[in-house]
């Protein structure tokens, strides 16, 4: 990650006894000290941004929102980051509703490791002036006075692209903060193949963010989206690789699966679900997760990974051909994160 001045930014510290005791009490249920697998977590570069990073990244909802205090989340995602987890994603919404929980936890325990990771955030906004106080808001509460990606968050049907362009618009000002090196690479997310592949036909993006799990509904993005993204060499970041989240903002340590995790009809294991989004052209998966159990197995699903043959990818799809009943968002029109 490159070298920055960080002295602008006033840092809160977080004390170490604090910290003993919340990596006492974030293990619950599983009463062992977190210890990261032997061996180094699988790196790709992210696209034309050349930068290396790692096959499982921390997405901003799950342990990062549920724990209860901020002390034991800040604990949670420095253990990721040993595990050799380098990409970090929020947005301004991750949280309670007035409460920019994701990104003040992130900022917390990035006191002192800034450097050694991809942080990633999201803006909602479509105008400069509104998307320039996210911003500022974001850098404040990440303690940080750079971000490596900024991204425009959940494109939807009504986008006007036109307006993204404009003295104004949303890009135009993203464009100007990475001449000025406050972001090093612009992205934008979505739901759906045919609004994000208008967005970036029409604007020069660094990365992309997309839904990509084996259930009908999503399988579209392989069809229409893909081969626009790999011939432009995009950063491929997959989500919803385990369905999505149940719930959010639960206030426990207490671990919950992905919409399409279990054992009954429709559903699969975890591991089949992480192989399979790692098996198609991503650089990243970003999950969700929930507490110290899943980030063990994540973690080894990611270290013994082998991609799945075309077989294998086809009979999974064939599995799960019913199982977009049970996401978050399973409508095929559907335009919001």
Known sequence: MPKRDLSRRTFIQVGGAALAGAAAASHGADREPFQPPPGKLPLRVLGKTGVSVSVLGLGGVGATTDFPTDEEAVVFIRACIDAGINYLDTAPNYGDRDD?????????????????????????????????RQIEESL??????????????????REKFANWGKPDGIYTLLAKLKQQKVIRFIGVTGHLAGCLKDAVTRYDF????????????????????????????????????????????????????????????????????????????VHTAICGITDYRQLRENLAICHAFTPMTPDERKGLEKSLEQSHAFLAYPRADYAYA
């Open 100 to 132: 920019r929980k994701s990104e003040r936890r992130i900022g917390k325990a990035l006191v002192g490791r800034r450097r050694e990771v991809f942080l990633n955030t999201k803006i909602e906004a479509r105008e400069a002036e509104a998307a320039m």
């Open 140 to 157: 404040k509460l990440l303690q940080t006075d750079y971000l490596d990606g900024a991204q425009i968050h959940c494109v939807q049907t």
């Open 206 to 281: 660094d990365t992309i963010l997309m839904t990509l799990n084996p259930t009908r509904l999503r399988q579209e993005f392989e069809d229409v989206l893909f081969p626009v993204i790999i011939e432009k060499n995009l950063g491929r970041i997959a989500m919803k690789v385990f369905g999505g989240a149940r719930a959010y903002n639960r206030n426990t340590t207490e671990g919950l699966p992905g919409l399409l995790v279990g054992a009954e009809v429709g559903r699969v294991s975890a591991a089949a679900l992480l192989r399979y989004g790692l098996s198609l052209p």
